[in-house]
């Protein structure tokens, strides 16, 4: 049976798993969303995945914390697209606790920090194995190059979460992608 936890950051918040929720449950944590940054994390058994970067990295680690999880728990960061507040932290958490950035050629372009660390590049579209997440990329409408959506899948549990920033219209490839998730973190 599968399980799926959605909260949202909040100073009081309980860690990790909230309270009600299943042990082996995966949980989503919105950790910011706005102009002034954006970070979503996917957690399970342990690991994690941080869906867009976009707080100095003190911050981002001070977000995580008041969720009960820790740098080190995360493995990946995949970026939406290149804007600052979505962007911001990632480079430097790559650089301090090891985290793999995966990000399109176009936002690896606007931000010289990432071309500075491990990065793997994917098109919007793809589908990619990030630590133990399933992530399938989907291509949105915005005024940067390469932006995307995701649906992120947890094998191991069946959970599969969605995010979407910085949408107006919404395609037709990400309305048939979110078709039977779980939980769905949007942001417009």
């Known amino acids: 049976?599968?399980?799926?936890?959605?909260?949202?950051?909040?100073?009081?918040?309980?860690?990790i798993?909230?309270?009600?929720?299943?042990?082996?449950?995966?949980?989503?944590?919105?950790?910011?969303?706005?102009?002034?940054?954006?970070?979503?994390?996917?957690?399970?058994a342990g690991r994690a995945i941080l869906l867009d970067a976009g707080f100095e990295l003190p911050e981002l680690v001070g977000r995580l914390a008041r969720v009960g999880l820790h740098p080190w728990h995360v493995d990946d960061v995949v970026l939406s697209h290149g804007h600052r507040d979505h962007v911001l932290g990632a480079a430097d958490g790559a650089r301090a606790y090891g985290w793999r950035v995966w990000a399109t050629l176009g936002t690896v372009w606007r931000w010289r920090d990432l071309r500075e660390v491990p990065h793997e590049a994917f098109t919007p579209?793809?589908?990619?194995?990030?630590?133990?997440?399933?992530?399938?990329?989907?291509?949105?409408?915005?005024?940067?190059?390469?932006?995307?959506?995701?649906?992120?899948?947890d094998p191991a549990s069946g959970a599969r979460a969605a995010y979407a920033t910085d949408l107006g219209e919404p395609p037709v490839a990400l309305v048939d992608a979110l078709r039977g998730v779980h939980a769905l973190v949007l942001e417009s």
């Open 17 to 44: 798993p909230p309270e009600g929720a299943r042990a082996d449950a995966a949980a989503v944590w919105v950790l910011g969303s706005g102009s002034k940054g954006n970070a979503v994390v996917v957690a399970h």
């Open 125 to 153: 579209g793809d589908t990619f194995d990030a630590g133990p997440f399933r992530v399938r990329s989907v291509p949105v409408p915005h005024d940067v190059d390469d932006a995307a959506a995701f649906v992120v899948e």
């Open 1 to 15: 049976a599968m399980s799926i936890a959605l909260r949202h950051d909040e100073p009081a918040e309980p860690p």
